[in-house]
């Protein structure tokens, strides 16, 4: 049996796009699988194109991915439309053109991803002879690109191979959830090549000092809601305060599921972690009316925009010029996310 699925038709295609004229800008969400990622794509294009650089759509603050970033020496833009003039060809990996009105007109020549496929309406307009590779049975993105490179023949730098192993640790949960074979096969691949002290630098880096008394609270206000249990931290400086919160109940032995929730900016957001029900399935029935909801079996997200979190409840007041609420609209918005919750939450509406 071959240590890796066989590559051959992908690998030319890709080859055949590639042409020593043109620059190339690879487009992330950038978390560790899609830093991860681009890098090992940036790796496979950088001798046969004139250049090609990485641009991320989104602001990093949490101290893992700032540590990966400082670590492993990851170069990154941050991406702006205007940038788009400058390139010829376009990349995106770990993600789909669908997932953020940034990536919606771009022409992408590739596409290499893990999360499930698009409704039909949201399928990307490529030409034949472009690449798209997206396998939602994967558990990691990096996986992927670590067959590339294994047919490609390449030998991954110790900054590569780190980063390839953190982004599969990440995305399956340290192996914990929709893990395959393969996935297990490439972290393997990766040790003889990766810097495990610097691995483990990164794995050591996960909270700000500043943020344990959000840990607190989310201890102190934890409660059942349907078959799992539900919290709410009022305002939070970043998002990434609840995911990394909702990952550490996850080590709560007998915990079902897990949401996180709290507000940043105008806008409402749960963070769902589990392992035995279909949490994207649980975000979308409660929220995708309202908002954009949904995600992975064993993890989910959903993000509400204040003002239609108001049709949920005509009496939720908020006044929009203040950058914290009032503890009344808080408990008010904490109401409504419960009730949702609980209500889409029960044993017969779960699903497995």
């Not at 390839?164 to 959830?177: A, E, K, L, P, S």
């Amino acid at each position: 049996m071959a240590y890796f699925r066989v590559l051959n038709n992908q690998l030319a295609k890709l080859y055949s796009l590639l042409n020593k004229s043109e620059n190339w800008l690879i487009l992330i969400n950038a978390d560790p699988d899609a830093m991860a990622s681009a890098l090992a794509l940036q790796r496979l294009l950088r001798y046969k194109v004139k250049s090609v650089h990485i641009a991320r759509i989104n602001t990093i603050t949490r101290p893992d991915n700032l540590a990966m970033i400082k670590k492993l020496k990851i170069h990154m833009r941050t991406f702006e439309p205007g940038m788009l003039e400058k390139y010829q060809k376009f990349a995106i990996v770990d993600s789909q053109p669908h997932h953020s009105p940034l990536f919606k007109d771009i022409p992408f020549s590739v596409v290499i991803d893990h999360h499930p496929l698009p409704h039909k309406d949201n399928m990307p307009l490529l030409a034949e002879e472009n690449v798209y590779d997206v396998r939602p049975d994967y558990g990691a993105t990096s996986t992927m690109l670590t067959e590339y490179l294994y047919h490609a023949q390449i030998r991954p730098g110790k900054y590569i191979a780190t980063a390839i192993q953190y982004g599969i640790r990440t995305d399956t949960g340290t192996f914990g959830r929709q893990t395959t074979e393969v996935d297990l096969r490439a972290y393997h691949y990766m040790i003889r090549y990766a810097d495990q002290n610097l691995l483990t630098q990164i794995l050591r880096s996960e909270y700000f000092l500043e943020w344990l008394p959000y840990f607190s609270k989310a201890f102190e206000k934890l409660r059942p809601c349907g078959l799992g249990q539900f919290t709410y931290l009022d305002d939070v400086e970043s998002p990434d305060i609840l995911v990394v919160i909702a990952d550490f109940f996850l080590r709560v032995y007998g915990l079902k599921y897990i949401v996180v929730s709290g507000t940043y900016d105008k806008t409402a957001i749960c963070i769902f972690r589990g392992s035995r029900y279909n949490l994207g399935e649980l975000a979308q029935k409660s929220f995708s009316d309202v908002g954009s909801a949904g995600g992975h079996k064993a993890l989910a997200r959903a993000e509400i925009p204040l003002k239609l979190l108001q049709s949920k409840n005509k009496n939720l007041r908020i006044d929009f010029r203040r950058k914290t609420r009032k503890k009344e609209t808080h408990e008010q918005i904490e109401a409504i996310l419960f009730a949702t919750l609980k209500q889409n939450g029960s044993a017969k509406q779960l699903t497995q």
